[in-house]
């Protein structure tokens, strides 16, 4: 049922070593006779190589997802985050490959919910409704994020997200960061992650997929990330594509894609209509927990979502920190940026789309 997730024999399957048999049938197999465990704990010592952290991880989604109780959770103890990590991504990787609820603690919204708001999302299918769009940039090698939210006829709101990483150093990164960003590369079609040439990601990759969304679709603006933004820019002068800064409803218009600031980090500003984080992660959960968008099902969003963790300040605004997340985040980021900028757009009112419909010229 399991797979390997790293390593010479990744994706063939987990088979249990002798000590791994002995262990589980000593601590599932052996029962008193009211039926309960004779073993409720165990200490567990073996050399390097002896396939321990899967074999936890195994246990850990067992018992969470499949041992009958309610709410169960397992925790991944480590001497530090990094060791206490090689666990967690192991069970993340085995989730996401066979579909396996894992229920993690610290999921940074009830992962029942996330899991209910995943869907199809085809592009396609969207063309002649508003939408916005998000973007975050990597700044050497790791993972750019662009995501595109579409409205409804009814207001429901649809997200997809398209990453973008460097094939130098893939199988390295991939290694280090417990996740198989090779092999969802190899699957472009399914998962959104394209691998670039390079050793730093080329923006006119990102630039020339922004041009084609804008060109199939009605974009009203694209929120952005300061950082990196200027190579963005660069880009997309290099391949012949207008956009210009927004930076005050007094200033006049630019020509072409309108490039909107939102702002990173738990601080609330209160500038008109200035787009922050607190007020976009609400949003978003909002509309997670009312089920009034789809997100489009991908097992590098669900990486990043399993991933996120956010901070807050002493008034409880919250961001989502990429320091003290457990891996790559960009995906919700963007998500949040894309629902923040919509709905902002929308003023927290019920959409003008939702009365009357979209009109067709």
């Not at 003290?324 to 757009?345: F, K, L, P």
Request: hydrophobic letters at 40%; proline letters at 4%; one cysteine or more.
């Amino acid at each position: 049922m399991l797979t390997i997730t790293e390593g010479t024999k990744v994706g063939l399957p987990f088979h249990l070593l002798d000590w791994h048999k002995f262990v589980a049938g000593s601590l599932f197999g052996w029962r008193k006779t009211s039926g309960r465990m004779r073993f409720r704990s165990a200490w567990l010592e073996t050399g390097k190589g002896q396939a321990k952290s899967p074999f936890m991880a195994a246990i850990g989604l067992y018992m969470t997802g499949f041992y009958g109780v309610a709410r169960a959770r397992a925790f991944a103890i480590g001497q530090d985050k990094a060791t206490a990590n090689v666990l967690f991504k192991d069970a993340v990787a085995k989730r996401l490959y066979m579909g396996i609820p894992l229920g993690s603690n610290g999921f940074w919204i009830a992962e029942e919910a996330w899991q209910a708001v995943q869907g199809k999302v085809d592009r396609s299918q969207m063309r002649g409704r508003p939408c916005w769009l998000s973007l975050d940039l990597s700044k050497k090698n790791d993972l750019t994020a662009l995501t595109v939210v579409w409205i409804g006829d009814d207001g429901h709101l649809y997200a997809k997200t398209w990453y973008w990483t460097t094939q130098q150093g893939l199988a390295d990164r991939s290694r280090a960061d417990q996740t198989p960003y090779d092999q969802w590369a190899e699957k472009t079609a399914e998962t959104c992650l394209t691998a670039v040439p390079g050793a730093v990601i080329d923006k006119t990759f990102v630039a020339a997929e922004v041009k084609r969304i804008c060109q199939e679709h009605e974009v009203e603006f694209l929120a952005f990330d300061p950082a990196g933004m200027a190579d963005f820019m660069a880009a997309c002068e290099e391949i012949g594509f207008e956009v210009w800064k927004f930076e005050h409803p007094d200033k006049p218009e630019g020509i072409g894609l309108k490039l909107v600031n939102h702002a990173q980090g738990p601080r609330v500003r209160f500038e008109d209509r200035q787009l922050t984080m607190p007020r976009s992660i609400e949003k978003l959960e909002d509309r997670i927990l009312q089920k009034t968008i789809t997100i489009d099902a991908s097992p590098v969003t669900y990486s990043c979502a399993a991933n996120a963790m956010t901070i807050a300040d002493g008034q409880e605004n919250r961001a989502f920190d990429k320091k003290q997340s457990r891996g790559r985040i960009d995906g919700m980021v963007t998500i949040a940026m894309a629902v923040g900028a919509a709905d902002n757009e929308l003023g927290g009112e019920p959409s003008v789309y939702e009365s009357r419909g979209l009109l067709t010229v």
